[in-house]
Structures are given as C-alpha cells and as structure tokens.
C-alpha cells in the first residue's frame, strides 16, 4: 500500500528560495523501509510553483538574483524537478507542471485570483513555443527515462542531506554506477561538499562534463539555483528539444519531432525536421 505524501508547502518555500526542509522525499524519514510514500510538490490540491515564485519569490541581498524573473523562476523549476525525481520512491507531477504552469490554483474566468479553485484553467499548449519552457519539459523527462532505465533510482541504498539547509545532496549506490546530486536552493552562491568513498571520476549527466575526486570526496561551488547530477558511467546525454507522444522509439533519435496536443480535439501539429538532401541543410517544417 503506499500513501501520499504532500510536500508542497516544501517545495514552495525551497523553490522560492526560503528556509525549507525537503526531507521529507526520504521515505526512510517515517521510520520506513520499504517506499510506500507517493510524493509530489503539486497536485490539484495545491497551489503551482511557478505561481508562488514568480509573485512571493526572494531574491539575492543585491537584488541581481530575483525569483520574480521568468527565466531564473523556470531554472528553479527545474531544480524541484530534479530533485523530486532523482531521489528513490514513488513520485507524481502535475499537468503543465513540466511546462512551468504559472496560473494558481484560486484563478478565476475572468484571470483574477479570487478563490476560484474550481474554475477552468487555460490549457497552454502554445508554452511549447517558449525555449525556457520547452528545456523544463526536456529536463523532466530526462529525469523520468532515467528512472524507468537505470536500477539506481531505485536503490535502497542511499543517503540524503535535505533538511533545513539551502544546500542539498544525495547519493545513490547502485549495481551498475552510483549518482551524486547537488543543488542549491538559496539566492546566493555557496559551496557544497559530497562525500563518496571509492569513487575517483565522476560525469555530469546534463553537461557532460567530469570531475576527478580525491580522498573520497568533493566540493564544488553552485550559483543560486544551480544543480549537477553526477555519475560514476558516462551514460548517453539526454534528448533536449524535441517531443514523440504515445509510444516512445527507443532507437538513436535522427531528426527531431514533435506532436500536439495530446489529447487531440480536432486538429494535431506535428512538426518535424526533414532529412536533408545532398548538398542542402536539414530543414524544419509543419
């Protein structure tokens, strides 16, 4: 049986860059040993990230770092999503959650925020079209593949450091690599150290970049918002930019693709890059 396990109020205060304690995403913080927690930082319950930060967010002492900035409000979409993810246990999303969906919960018709929890709320396709957007879905989905690919995010071996600091880690030992995350949720940079004993060369999984490790540990510095997710096996770098609905082609993607919405109502937009003939470049088309 698993139950669920609201970590909203968490994830708003550490996604606004506020005092926060996620460590509730540990099921082993209830005393448990199997992961029968269901977690989530939003729900239709609960009121959306991106609204909270972009409206209430804090911001650095010299005000050169402002959650209220879309752009640096979606990278802290990414970093929740990040770590909701990677850490073992049962997880679920929101719709347009992966897409940094800004509306609250208490949004009327008329677009006020009145109390109107029950009230239709746009469906925004066209957030696709927005760069920002389209690299939170891309990290979200990154994620999601890796947990369903790799043992490792299902290990139960593993250690977490996510309690009331900005600064938050975890490592996960699994049969085939072991994974080191790191991320800062405060509003200026910091150091933040990772213990793990017996490992010497690690890969930045987004990046692609290595690390040499010494003495079973190492520490590196993050900007506000910032977060690595290391391996100890390079593994294939993640797709970025392009979206297949339905069933996924496992093979080396070629040519990106996209198909929207879905569900489809009346009329489907698939847009696609076309292979290019000789002499001429690749070319996008709808």
Avoid at 13 to 24: A, I, R, T, Y
Avoid at 205 to 227: A, E, H, K, M, R
Wanted: glycine share 10%; aromatic share 12%.
């Amino acid at each position: 049986m698993m139950v669920w396990n609201n970590l909203n109020h968490d994830f708003l205060e550490s996604g606004m860059g506020f005092s926060n304690n996620l460590s509730g995403l540990d099921y082993r913080t209830r005393g448990w040993s199997a992961p029968g927690t269901m977690s989530y930082g939003e729900s239709h319950d609960e009121e959306r990230m991106m609204y909270k930060k972009l409206n209430f967010g804090n911001q650095s002492p010299d005000g050169t770092y402002r959650m209220k900035d879309q752009a640096t409000a979606l990278a802290r979409q990414e970093l929740s999503m990040v770590f909701l993810l990677a850490v073992p246990g049962p997880r679920m999303i929101w719709q347009f959650g992966e897409l940094g969906y800004d509306y609250s919960i208490n949004t009327c018709g008329d677009g006020t925020v009145n109390g109107c929890r029950l009230a239709n709320k746009p469906v925004r396709w066209d957030y696709r079209n927005d760069p920002l957007r389209q690299r939170v879905y891309d990290i979200t989905r990154a994620m999601l593949d890796l947990r369903k690919t790799y043992s490792v995010f299902q290990t139960t071996d593993f250690r977490t450091d996510l309690g009331d600091s900005y600064l938050k880690s975890a490592v996960l030992r699994g049969t085939e690599f072991d994974v080191a995350l790191a991320g800062n949720f405060g509003v200026t940079a910091a150091n933040i150290p990772v213990s793990m004993a017996g490992v010497t060369k690690l890969y930045e999984y987004f990046t692609g970049d290595s690390i040499t490790v010494t003495g079973g540990s190492f520490t590196l510095n993050y900007l506000p918002g910032q977060y690595r997710l290391f391996t100890t096996k390079r593994l294939p770098p993640p797709v970025m930019g392009s979206l297949v609905t339905g069933v996924r082609d496992r093979r080396p993607q070629q040519y990106a693709m996209e198909a929207y919405p879905n569900p489809v109502d009346e009329l489907l937009e698939v847009r696609f890059t076309a292979p290019p003939a000789a002499g001429t470049k690749a070319r996008s088309m709808i």
